[in-house]
C-alpha cells in the first residue's frame, strides 16, 4: 500500500455528510481550522500531527455551533493515515511565521 494521508470533512456515507455547517462569509469549519492550524503549526509539526489537531478542533468548534442551531448534526472529521513505518511528511520545516524584528 502506498503512503497516504487524508482529511475528509466527515466519515464517509454518515448522515452528518448530507448537511455541513456553512457560512457565507467564513466558509466551513473544517478550511477555517485547517488554515488557522497550518498557519500557526506547519513549521514545526508534521502533517498528520496537524490533522489530528484540526481533527479535535473541529469537533468543539461544531459542538458549540450545534448548541445553537439544532438543525445542523456536529462535524467529525476523518483522518486516515497509511504512512508507513515512522515517516513524518513536514511541510515548511524552519519556516517562522513571525519573524523578530531587528
Known amino acids: ?22 457560512d457565507e462569509s467564513y466558509g466551513t469549519p473544517i478550511i477555517r481550522e485547517l488554515v488557522k492550524t497550518l498557519y500557526k503549526h506547519s513549521s514545526h509539526r508534521d502533517l498528520a500531527t496537524l490533522f489530528d489537531i484540526v481533527q479535535e478542533r473541529v469537533r468543539k468548534v461544531t459542538k458549540k455551533l450545534v448548541e445553537k ?7 467529525v472529521p476523518d483522518v486516515t493515515k497509511t504512512l508507513t513505518g515512522l515517516r513524518k511528511v513536514l511541510l515548511f520545516p524552519k519556516y517562522k511565521v513571525c519573524p523578530k524584528t531587528e
Open 69 to 75: 442551531r439544532s438543525d445542523f448534526g456536529p462535524q
Open 1 to 22: 500500500m502506498h503512503d497516504l494521508l487524508i482529511l475528509q470533512s466527515c466519515f464517509d456515507g454518515k448522515l452528518l455528510c448530507r448537511k455541513s455547517l456553512r
